[in-house]
């Protein structure tokens, strides 16, 4: 168990990767109508691996060898559909709302981890990954379209980003970080290039600034969270995640003009509530075990 002090750190480190994917979100909210999404998860993917090799390699972190080139390249491709999916909702919903939705990760890692990892889930965390996720329905059902594949978009990211997770997690017991990180990126840079090939158009300088810092973001935003949960305790720096909302409003409202609807925020409260809830129940559980 980390020291309180070393909890602080770990939660500032979080804070900062909430920042950081403001930033990042921003930068592909604003290449709308400019950049495809699928593009800019090409230039992602391709600029991301050259910045994890230029940090891992004088770390020693890092190792070209595996045993599970499976299990990364499964991971690999379903990140492909999560950042495609993650970067599309980012281009077509407001900042807020995207948001809301993306923060039912969590809830759906929970629900995988019983077939994927073996672990058992209580009645009551049972209950709250339920409410959490009629959180994510009061943020769709509520908005003033017909339910589409747009309104949907973020929780086929958020299915995709808790696989993403929890393999990461089966990895994580045989591989380094710095690897483990590494044949992501370049998976991905693979993976999404077919697509970007198909809806390519030649950045202008202004976008190649932003696609340039998208990727740097994204592949900080990495790096931060893995210090901030090496630091702290998962249950205690976890929630600092939320932070994210405050940042995502804050630029959607300065930035682009939006302004989050009740729906967004009710939701997203309903959401951060259950998933805080889980955390919560873990740690009392842990608490007892030890």
Do not use: C
């Amino acid at each position: 168990m980390a020291s309180p002090e070393n909890n602080l750190r770990g939660a500032v480190w979080i804070v900062g990767a909430a920042a950081v994917a403001t930033v990042m979100s921003a930068g592909v909210h604003e290449l709308a109508g400019a950049i495809h999404s699928a593009q800019i998860v090409f230039v992602r993917g391709a600029i991301g691996s050259l910045m994890i090799l230029a940090v891992t390699l004088p770390q020693n972190d890092f190792t070209f060898r595996t045993g599970r080139l499976k299990l990364h390249i499964l991971r690999g491709v379903i990140g492909v559909v999560a950042i495609n999916f993650g970067f599309y909702s980012l281009q077509i919903l407001p900042l807020a709302t995207v948001t809301a939705l993306f923060f039912t990760t969590p809830l759906f890692v929970t629900a995988f981890s019983i077939p994927l990892l073996k672990e058992k889930l209580g009645i009551r965390r049972m209950s709250a990954s339920v409410v959490g996720f009629f959180g994510a329905v009061v943020v769709i059902g509520y908005l003033p379209d017909p339910i589409s594949i747009k309104w949907l978009a973020p929780i086929f990211a958020s299915v995709a980003f808790a696989l993403v997770l929890i393999l990461g997690k089966k990895l994580s017991t045989t591989e380094s970080p710095g690897t483990i990180v590494f044949y992501f990126a370049v998976i991905l840079g693979i993976g999404s290039l077919p697509p970007a090939i198909v809806v390519w158009e030649t950045p202008e300088f202004k976008e190649w600034l932003l696609l340039i810092l998208v990727a740097a973001m994204s592949s900080l935003r990495n790096y931060l969270d893995v210090r901030g949960y090496a630091i702290g305790d998962a249950q205690f720096v976890a929630p600092f995640l939320y932070t994210r909302i405050i940042f995502m409003v804050t630029a959607g409202y300065f930035i682009f003009d939006e302004i989050p609807t009740k729906s967004a925020l009710g939701g997203a409260t309903v959401i951060i509530l259950s998933t805080l809830y889980i955390l919560h129940r873990e740690m009392r559980v842990r608490t007892q075990q030890g």
